[in-house]
């Protein structure tokens, strides 16, 4: 029963008393109750008869049923075209609404209340609501918390009556579209027999929908769509919406060779496209469909990060110009927590786009699952439901109420901004692939698809019964097609070599791929000292007429002090990069969890007004006519945010973007955008990609999670300069590294160790001159050595560097050189190599790294000395990073360091053994008598 039955028996008082408040727009009523009083009152102002009276209780009665199709309908529909539905109690029969058989025939005038119905007999009424809700569309949208959306909707539903009266002309377009969708299929399946294409036979539907609603998009103000979508359909998406050329397609299917651009590729049905294509108003609409992984779900916040890097660039923050759209297969949507991700994304002030039009793919299987197999809830589609978005459920052989659906959908997202998912209830034609067999697990449904007409084939018919068509020119329609299709096949035997488009090539011109000397290139970072300092002066700025916490003057009077002082810190260095670039008109996006403050409270890139929740942030005041300063606390995920802000770089190369880990042990959360995007795009689809990931990195005695960014993941995805990962030691090194990674002519995602003892270690300062006359550094050699005296090169990278540093000044150790690794990949081997021709009396090399042996780049430098003996200094190999226990931590970080500056063994019983006394020695007698380095490792 619904919630209002009870209201015929109800004390008329009480029901008074709620509609008063309903009168004074009290927001703690729900829409329900809302729906209900509009009722109640239309009922009080056509009834003379007391309210407690029989007629007016019918008209309660009546208006519940009412609302009960509104609420309900969605599970009554006629929307599975090869399947039964479910059955679902109780059902909509006026018995269970307190209605007799015998008010059938009576009038009521509740009917007023529906759009478009009016007054009438109860039978009329219900005819209506079965015909507005229970046919080929179900719509669920009473869950909505906003009475201006419902009353949007409810009467876009009702006065249509849930569809669009298609003229002649509108309908042969829509047939038009159908034929290429069902044609291309055809076509491909007759000539490539039994090769993958993930067909979308079955759904085909999907293409006159996408045709009308990007041209009622364009017509609404939308210049450009970012789409998103996995394998199913995704060829004939290509060639019948973004208009790749079909012998392009058909190339694919028979190339053995990619053009020189691309060293790997990627199948057919993963590859992106681009094309601007002009509307039926004559109307230029950018198209832009992102290459995606076979992870089904991978692209969704992508293209969420390039929606919203449009919308910020190039569209002056204007929601209307962009709209994404993502299409879904059924089982990918409800099982892929990314998914999830993305939703409670959409509506927070750093990741919004203003709505997207989400389309499934509903062939009520995933792979062999049945789809009862593959969720605990209703719909694929209820997810939507966190966000108080719109679903509809659309039948996938009614292309009309498809194509219907579609231009309601871009009309709402339009009027409110808001995410509307439309469920396409279709069918697969074969199995997974076109070589899988379904009847192995399906063999009901499957017996049931062998003999269902095809989409194009029905609205065949009904054209022919409407007179709009006849059976002879279906047939030349087809037949033509078929004709067209076999030319571009004999034109594509022609192409010799595959192109794979260069996804978005229009924003990156003028950037180049990497090569093997780039990374060593001198370019000038230097800044002088004069507009340092008055930059660091805008970055503490705090207004007089606001007020703050005495923590953060005292902030702002210790950074100021600093810089008096001629010395930044590490988190003065950073803000003063951003500073500079935005001086010079770069813009930066910093997100990540708790990156405003910064998880170790040391960034403040904005500063709390107290008392209020408001932010000032410096860097967003440094000029008038600054670019963007953008920076935002994201929700507590990293796969979904990750992904966007690697979409959100993909669409602005030319801009600093930034994804901050609140620990970087959480990046391996985000691994699917590491393997499928970050360390691989480039090979595959040919992307470039400057995003930049900041992973806190040490070993602090803080347990295995809050210990390790596994720099070792990385290291073994890098090659081919697909990646920039970098472990800098010095506030000066990590300035010159952001500006260095943006005033490079090149992209390449640059991964960045970050610390987190070393933000307040008093010797991890830079001075001022070195942000003037330095540049990257790719290794960092020691200052503080007798260069013909030293004995022993100690190779580190990161923190551990001033652990050595600690003990090598203790014992006052000019014989030892400690030489920082700043960049891992590409490995600074030029360098490094100088560095050991440098020292020519050393003795012993040795790799020394906090990380157990098995983590860590010791694994991945150890090929680099080929022509050496280098011996590691690590803590034993473990599956876990790091021990729970401070005080273990902080013996093994003490045998480390040991081991290094370790007692001499020899008759002198040095307290350090600085090599003195095997002075005269070989080499191989030096390891001998220091192999316990090996032993006790």
């Known amino acids: 029963?619904?919630?209002?039955?009870?209201?015929?028996?109800?004390?008329?008082?009480?029901?008074?008393?709620?509609?008063?408040?309903?009168?004074?727009?009290?927001?703690?009523?729900?829409?329900?109750?809302?729906?209900?009083?509009?009722?109640?009152?239309?009922?009080?102002?056509?009834?003379?008869?007391?309210?407690?009276?029989?007629?007016?209780?019918?008209?309660?009665?009546?208006?519940?049923?009412?609302?009960?199709?509104?609420?309900?309908?969605?599970?009554?529909?006629?929307?599975?075209?090869?399947?039964?539905?479910?059955?679902?109690?109780?059902?909509?029969?006026?018995?269970?609404?307190?209605?007799?058989?015998?008010?059938?025939?009576?009038?009521?005038?509740?009917?007023?209340?529906?759009?478009?119905?009016?007054?009438?007999?109860?039978?009329?009424?219900?005819?209506?609501?079965?015909?507005?809700?229970?046919?080929?569309?179900?719509?669920?949208?009473?869950?909505?918390?906003?009475?201006?959306?419902?009353?949007?909707?409810?009467?876009?539903?009702?006065?249509?009556?849930?569809?669009?009266?298609?003229?002649?002309?509108?309908?042969?377009?829509?047939?038009?579209?159908?034929?290429?969708?069902?044609?291309?299929?055809?076509?491909?399946?007759?000539?490539?027999?039994?090769?993958?294409?993930?067909?979308?036979?079955?759904?085909?539907?999907?293409?006159p929908a996408l045709n009308y609603l990007i041209n009622k998009g364009s017509e609404l103000g939308i210049q450009e769509f970012v789409m998103g979508m996995a394998h199913r359909g995704r060829l004939n998406v290509l060639a019948n919406i973004l208009h790749k050329p079909y012998e392009n397609v058909f190339q694919e299917f028979i190339a053995d060779e990619y053009e020189d651009s691309i060293a790997l590729g990627d199948v057919k049905y993963h590859l992106g496209y681009m094309n601007d294509v002009k509307t039926v108003d004559g109307k230029n609409v950018k198209l832009n469909l992102a290459p995606n992984p076979s992870h089904l779900e991978a692209v969704s916040p992508i293209i969420q990060g390039i929606a919203r890097a449009r919308i910020d660039h190039n569209y002056q923050a204007d929601y209307k110009n962009v709209c994404p759209i993502i299409i879904h297969g059924d089982a990918a949507l409800a099982g892929q927590g990314v998914v999830y991700e993305v939703i409670q994304m959409s509506e927070l002030q750093g990741y919004k786009t203003g709505g997207t039009i989400h389309i499934v793919i509903n062939n009520q299987i995933g792979f062999t699952t049945n789809y009862l197999d593959a969720r605990s809830s209703t719909y694929c589609t209820d997810v939507g439901k966190v966000t108080k978005a719109p679903i509809f459920h659309v039948n996938g052989d009614d292309v009309e109420a498809l194509v219907h659906t579609v231009i309601m959908a871009i009309e709402y997202r339009q009027t409110f901004h808001s995410d509307v998912f439309i469920d396409i209830l279709s069918y697969r034609k074969f199995g997974h692939n076109e070589s899988d067999e379904p009847r192995f697990t399906q063999p009901l449904l499957y017996k049931e698809i062998s003999k269902h007409p095809n989409p194009r084939d029905i609205y065949a018919k009904k054209l022919i019964e409407q007179n709009i068509y006849s059976e002879e020119q279906i047939k030349t329609i087809q037949d033509d097609f078929e004709d067209i299709l076999s030319q571009k096949f004999d034109k594509s035997k022609e192409i010799k070599k595959t192109r794979i488009q260069q996804f978005l090539h229009e924003d990156w011109k003028g950037f180049k791929y990497a090569e093997n000397g780039d990374f060593s290139k001198t370019i000038k970072t230097g800044i002088p000292a004069k507009k340092i300092k008055e930059l660091a002066a805008k970055v503490n700025y705090l207004p007089e007429k606001e007020k703050f916490i005495s923590k953060t003057h005292k902030l702002i009077n210790e950074r100021m002090k600093m810089i008096e002082n001629n010395q930044v810190d590490w988190a003065m260095g950073e803000l003063l990069a951003y500073a500079t670039l935005l001086e010079e008109g770069y813009p930066v996006r910093i997100s990540g969890q708790d990156s405003v403050r910064g998880t170790f409270s040391h960034r403040h890139a904005a500063h709390t007004i107290e008392d209020t929740d408001k932010l000032f942030t410096p860097l967003k005041h440094m000029s008038d006519s600054q670019p963007r300063f953008d920076i935002y606390n994201s929700p507590l995920n990293e796969y979904g945010v990750l992904g966007f802000e690697y979409g959100y770089a993909l669409a602005c190369p030319t801009g600093l973007t930034i994804w901050e880990a609140q620990f970087g042990d959480f990046?391996?959360?985000?691994?699917?955008?590491?393997?499928?995007?970050?360390?691989?795009?480039?090979?595959?689809?040919?992307?470039?990609?400057?995003?930049?990931?900041?992973?806190?990195?040490?070993?602090?005695?803080?347990?295995?999670?809050?210990?390790?960014?596994?720099?070792?993941?990385?290291?073994?995805?890098?090659?081919?300069?697909?990646?920039?990962?970098?472990?800098?030691?010095?506030?000066?090194?990590?300035?010159?590294?952001?500006?260095?990674?943006?005033?490079?002519?090149?992209?390449?995602?640059?991964?960045?160790?970050?610390?987190?003892?070393?933000?307040?270690?008093?010797?991890?300062?830079?001075?001022?001159?070195?942000?003037?006359?330095?540049?990257?550094?790719?290794?960092?050699?020691?200052?503080?050595?007798?260069?013909?005296?030293?004995?022993?090169?100690?190779?580190?990278?990161?923190?551990?560097?001033?652990?050595?540093?600690?003990?090598?000044?203790?014992?006052?150790?000019?014989?030892?050189?400690?030489?920082?690794?700043?960049?891992?990949?590409?490995?600074?081997?030029?360098?490094?190599?100088?560095?050991?021709?440098?020292?020519?009396?050393?003795?012993?090399?040795?790799?020394?790294q906090e990380e157990p042996e098995n983590m860590g780049a010791w694994r991945h430098v150890l090929p680099y000395f080929d022509e050496i003996t280098i011996m590691p200094v690590t803590r034993q190999a473990s599956g876990s990073p790091a021990t729970g226990l401070s005080k273990i931590h902080q013996m093994t970080q003490e045998e480390i360091i040991g081991k290094v500056f370790r007692k001499c063994d020899c008759e002198r019983k040095l307290d350090y053994c600085g090599l003195q006394c095997l002075e005269g020695s070989t080499r191989q007698e030096v390891l001998k008598q220091h192999s316990y380095i090996l032993n006790n490792h």
């Open 1 to 207: 029963m619904d919630e209002f039955s009870f209201l015929g028996n109800s004390d008329i008082s009480s029901i008074e008393e709620l509609y008063q408040k309903y009168k004074t727009n009290d927001d703690t009523l729900d829409n329900s109750w809302i729906n209900f009083f509009k009722g109640f009152e239309f009922a009080r102002q056509n009834y003379s008869e007391s309210p407690e009276s029989n007629v007016f209780n019918k008209e309660f009665k009546v208006l519940n049923f009412i609302h009960a199709y509104r609420k309900r309908g969605h599970l009554f529909t006629e929307t599975n075209p090869v399947r039964t539905r479910r059955k679902y109690f109780p059902s909509l029969d006026h018995q269970n609404y307190e209605l007799e058989d015998e008010d059938l025939d009576k009038v009521f005038h509740a009917g007023e209340e529906v759009v478009g119905c009016g007054t009438g007999t109860l039978r009329d009424i219900i005819a209506y609501l079965k015909e507005t809700y229970c046919k080929s569309i179900g719509a669920e949208y009473m869950f909505i918390r906003k009475p201006d959306r419902i009353s949007w909707l409810q009467n876009r539903i009702e006065s249509s009556r849930n569809k669009t009266e298609f003229t002649p002309e509108q309908k042969k377009e829509i047939f038009d579209h159908l034929k290429l969708a069902v044609g291309f299929e055809r076509f491909i399946h007759k000539k490539f027999v039994g090769q993958k294409r993930f067909s979308l036979e079955g759904t085909e539907t999907l293409i």
């Open 667 to 848: 990046v391996n959360m985000a691994q699917v955008i590491i393997d499928q995007y970050i360390s691989s795009a480039e090979e595959k689809w040919g992307l470039m990609n400057g995003l930049v990931m900041f992973l806190p990195h040490g070993y602090e005695g803080q347990g295995p999670e809050h210990s390790s960014a596994r720099m070792e993941r990385f290291l073994s995805m890098a090659t081919r300069n697909n990646m920039h990962l970098v472990n800098c030691t010095t506030p000066a090194n990590f300035f010159h590294l952001l500006r260095n990674h943006i005033k490079s002519d090149y992209r390449v995602p640059l991964v960045v160790f970050t610390p987190k003892s070393l933000l307040r270690h008093p010797k991890c300062i830079s001075g001022i001159e070195h942000l003037e006359n330095d540049q990257f550094q790719e290794l960092i050699d020691d200052n503080n050595v007798e260069e013909n005296e030293v004995r022993r090169i100690v190779f580190c990278s990161g923190k551990i560097y001033y652990d050595l540093l600690a003990k090598k000044e203790e014992f006052n150790a000019t014989d030892i050189a400690l030489v920082r690794i700043e960049q891992l990949h590409p490995f600074p081997l030029e360098k490094v190599n100088a560095v050991i021709k440098k020292y020519k009396n050393n003795l012993l090399n040795l790799w020394v």
